[in-house]
Nanobody, 115 residues
């Protein structure tokens, strides 16, 4: 189970931080953690990833504006979003992939960026 929080409404140019926690997981530190998003009428897309070793990867559209990080002691992953644009409006989903390649999803959190 993954629980996201931190979504809401923000003006263009603003910032927002999303959080995702995987309560009770004993293997969190071994998981690859990802943030996806899905805008209305569009396919879900990968926004950012962080490996168990801390390596990160970003979609070209958010490179330099978004930062993914993790705190294994808190079973949590974060997405710091800066310089937000209206096109960043979407439902953001947290995703965990275990060492056995099993995936888990959160319920999603809405991020709306007004122009």
């Amino acid at each position: 189970q993954l629980v996201e929080s931190g979504g809401g409404l923000v003006q263009a140019g603003g910032s927002m931080r999303l959080s995702c926690v995987q309560p009770g997981s004993r293997m969190f530190s071994s998981n690859e953690m990802n943030w996806y998003r899905q805008a209305p009428g569009k396919q879900r897309e990968l926004v950012a990833s962080i490996t168990s070793g801390g390596s990160t990867n970003y979609a070209d559209s958010v490179q330099g504006r978004f930062t993914i990080s993790r705190d294994n002691a808190k079973n949590s992953v974060y997405l710091e979003m800066n310089s937000l644009k209206p096109e960043d409006t979407a439902v953001y989903y947290c995703n965990a992939v275990t060492v056995y390649r099993r995936g888990y999803w959160g319920q999603g959190t809405q991020v709306t960026v007004s122009s």
